[in-house]
């Protein structure tokens, strides 16, 4: 069974902190997606990694696929309250389109 | 409609009984999938399917749970006799053969 593990499970910052999100498996994945979920609604996809060592920055959001493409990464500078939500990672493997999402990681921005 | 619809949007139901839950995804997306997401946590994957075939059931919590897709659109996720672990927010999503999951705003399902 694959599974994609998510630390930290919860994370709570004050505005303008800087803060890393980790995805770990020990499967192999052909791509890696990050989503944003709010209350009530679905998840929102934030960026796709396909390349092992790839490194993509969406405005203060930076996102790094690990080397061996077992694992991935979400930075996020100068937080802002907008970032609140539930940050997910979903992983594909090759030859397959059956996404696995990870375990969420929770985060609050306080004002 | 633009995005994925799903139906209805909160059911409650009593224990043993049947319920249906409904899925229009986005018009032209092959793939559609099936999620379950307990208290805000990751969403646990039911089934996926191609077309109007379902390549990956492994997903699907036990013979209780059955889905099916007709006309490669419309989506059906079938829970019998349903138990109070059977509640949880039931989410789908569609999408082109490779990419971007787009998601529905799910069916709240509580079971009394």
């Given at each position: 069974t694959q599974l994609l593990e998510q630390s930290p499970q919860f994370l709570s910052i004050q505005e303008g902190e800087n803060l890393t999100v980790y995805c770990n498996s020990s499967s192999v994945f052909s791509s890696l997606q990050w989503y944003r979920q709010e209350p009530g609604e679905g998840p929102v996809l934030l960026v796709t990694v396909v390349t092992g060592g790839e490194v993509k920055k969406l405005k203060r959001l930076t996102f790094q696929f690990g080397d061996a493409r077992k694992d991935s990464s979400l930075h996020i500078t100068?937080?802002?309250?907008?970032?609140t939500g539930l940050y997910l990672c979903a992983g594909a493997s090759k030859g397959t389109y059956k996404y696995i999402f990870g375990t969420g990681t929770r985060l609050k921005v306080l004002a | 409609g633009a995005g994925v619809s799903q139906s209805p949007s909160n059911k409650v139901t009593e224990k043993g009984k049947d319920v249906e839950l409904r899925c229009d995804p986005i018009s032209g997306h092959t793939a559609l999938y099936w999620y379950r997401q307990s208290l805000g946590q990751g969403l646990e994957f039911l089934i996926y399917f191609q077309g109007n075939s379902?390549?990956?059931?492994?997903?699907?919590?036990?013979?209780r749970f059955s889905a099916e897709r007709t006309g490669g659109s419309v989506s059906t996720l079938t829970i019998q006799?349903?138990?109070?672990?059977?509640s949880a927010v039931y989410l789908c999503a569609s999408s082109r053969i490779t990419g971007e999951l787009f998601f529905g705003e799910g069916s709240r399902l509580t079971v009394l």
């Open positions: 100068a937080a802002q309250t907008g970032d | 379902a390549p990956d059931k492994s997903g699907l919590p036990s013979d006799r349903t138990q109070q672990e059977d």
